[in-house]
């Protein structure tokens, strides 16, 4: 018998991440890590590298929310991860399927004052990740790599940490001594009980108002048949967060757009729902939080998430359901065929209207100040049409761009969760062009989040991967400066501008297609150039800083005149007296 050749543990790794599915990892090159690439290399996984390891973990991070698969970031020790930590928390916020895995010194030079070392990287990633490990085996590579993505993948997602030690991944083994991936392919899909699935039906059944909001964990159990199934039967209107956008058809009509609308209705004085479930959904911030502005207090509140910690969360459910959301859509579409559903015309009409421009708010297209972004936006969105991949990032720049944005499939549209991280866009906007290959991909932020990776023009150009940027340019911390002014005074700014840059002329150095636009009237050709130009563009937009987005505002939470509350900019407020 012919012995096979040893295998180094770069080897082992890079086939068990092939046997795992994975083509594609998302890398910043360091000298730990080369037995790794080069398995890589070997094993026919694409690498696409970048010019720093936090754009790196978010364009994994989007190619995961896309594509529902593992998405893998590939970053060297010391100075590498800590440079990726907002990635791997803003993966473990949003409950994104990750694996991370992350250079470190030999083992044989522990507490030898190493490069890179001093300092242990698994006790700092241990809070914002589902497990984090430290591998000490060359021969234990494929088990404990199929742990680690057998744990990302299944329950409520999220993003897992391997340590590879430089001695341990450039060591070899004998394949006969080595462990085998066992349970690499598990993915688990928790159904209810019956008792469950008839309670959560005659709830809905029995609603006069009901309403479905669907999150991210509806998306990551690619559910969106099951969804559309249950919808039609049920004719129960679904809002999606921008996680589950496109799950339903841009057209249909039980599609009522994103969870904000229902805020709009309690505004307005307009009937609520009486009956809320979230599919795939948490309670937080995005959901209102605690004031019931978009789930009502007194709603009757269902909940489906995979993480039984979840359900209940702010506020208390009549049917909770720890399970995966597909599985729990069949049950209900294999129930919803018996039931009697009630017409609720009115409640359709009202939902059904939720989703209309928001033209009449914002009459003027361009000030003396500069151009309106919600007129931006709507040029901007019209240009780039439905079929196309989005990133958006900024505070009040992803605002107005996701007011408008439409898709025709679910994973098309990203932008920011519970971390708030301003710097995702390049890197999303990058993870989406090798999710969607063939796809136009635009990327929306502002002249602030902006400079936290501009560098990525430079991996754009390289790879060439036609991204099309726009910069809304009012050369001021948007969101930071309304905010001020709205709390103290008209013309208070501190450490809140952001004068002089001229973002066109930035991308047009790294070899980007650039244009600035200072007129609404050149805005849809300059797109339309940016998209023709077939490599890297940028449109940068002149807005007026005046202009403040509602949103704004409403996470501000300036108490009414005469009251003693205390303002917790983007919290509650604290009462006095």
Not at 251 to 268: E, F, K, S, Y
Not at 382 to 408: H, K, M, R
Not at 411 to 416: D, E, L, P, T
């Amino acid at each position: 018998m012919t012995q096979q050749p040893a295998l180094t543990g770069g080897d082992l790794l890079a086939r068990t991440l092939r046997e795992a599915g994975v083509t594609q990892a998302f890398a910043l090159h360091g000298g730990h890590l080369e037995a790794l690439l080069k398995g890589c290399v070997e094993n026919n996984i694409a690498l696409l590298d970048f010019r720093h390891e936090a754009a790196a973990g978010h364009a994994a991070d989007a190619y995961a929310r896309a594509t529902c698969q593992l998405g893998v970031c590939i970053v060297t020790a010391g100075p590498g991860i800590a440079n990726a930590v907002p990635a791997v928390a803003n993966a473990f916020l949003d409950a994104v399927p990750m694996l991370f895995l992350i250079g470190a010194p030999p083992l044989r030079e522990a507490e030898t004052n190493p490069l890179q070392g001093g300092f242990d990287q698994i006790a700092m990633l241990t809070p914002i990740t589902k497990w984090a490990h430290r591998i000490t085996n060359t021969e234990r590579i494929p088990d404990i790599a199929a742990m680690a993505i057998r744990k990302a993948m299944t329950g409520r997602r999220g993003p897992v940490v391997l340590e590879l030690p430089i001695d341990v991944l450039h060591m070899s083994a004998d394949p006969r001594t080595t462990t085998a991936p066992a349970g690499l392919m598990v993915r688990s899909r928790p159904a209810p009980s019956a008792a469950e699935a008839d309670a959560l039906i005659a709830l809905l059944a029995g609603a006069e108002r009901p309403a479905i909001i669907a999150g991210g964990d509806a998306r990551q159990a690619d559910c969106g048949t099951e969804l559309l199934k249950f919808a039609e039967v049920s004719g129960i209107p679904v809002f999606s967060n921008s996680k589950a956008q496109g799950l339903l058809p841009l057209d249909h009509p039980q599609n009522a757009g994103a969870p904000g609308g229902l805020a709009v209705l309690g505004l307005m004085g307009l009937p609520r729902p009486d009956v809320v479930l979230l599919l795939g959904a948490r309670m937080g911030l995005l959901l209102g939080g605690r004031s019931g502005g978009i789930v009502p207090h007194e709603a009757t509140l269902a909940q489906v998430y995979s993480d039984a910690g979840e359900i209940g969360r702010i506020k208390d459910v009549a049917v909770g359901i720890a399970a995966d959301c597909r599985s729990t859509l069949k049950e209900l579409n294999a129930r919803a065929g018996k039931v009697q559903w009630r017409k609720r015309p009115e409640w359709d009409a009202l939902t059904g209207g939720l989703k209309a421009p928001m033209d009449a708010l914002f009459p003027d297209a361009q000030t003396e100040g500069g151009i309106h972004p919600y007129h931006a936006a709507k040029i901007i969105m019209e240009v780039t049409g439905p079929d196309a991949a989005y990133a958006f990032d900024g505070g009040e720049a992803s605002s107005w761009a996701g007011d408008l944005v439409q898709v025709n499939g679910p994973g098309q549209v990203q932008g920011h969760g519970y971390l708030g991280c301003l710097g995702i866009g390049p890197g999303f906007a990058i993870g989406l062009a090798k999710a969607f290959p063939g796809k136009r991909v635009l990327h929306v932020t502002g002249d602030g989040a902006m400079g936290f990776h501009i560098q990525e023009f430079d991996t754009m150009v390289r790879h060439g991967l036609p991204v099309v940027t726009v910069v809304f340019n009012n050369q001021v911390w948007g969101m930071s400066i309304h905010g001020q002014q709205i709390m103290f005074g008209a013309n208070y700014s501190v450490i809140s501008q952001l004068p002089g840059s001229n973002y066109a002329n930035i991308a047009a150095g790294f070899g980007c297609h650039a244009e600035r636009v200072s007129d609404i009237g050149d805005l849809a050709a300059a797109m339309e150039r940016a998209f023709a130009a077939g490599k890297p563009a940028l449109v940068e937009v002149m807005t007026d800083p005046a202009v403040v987005h509602p949103v704004t505002p409403a996470m501000l939470g300036k108490p009414e005149g005469g009251s003693s509350e205390i303002v917790i900019p983007y919290y509650e407020n604290i009462p006095q007296g």
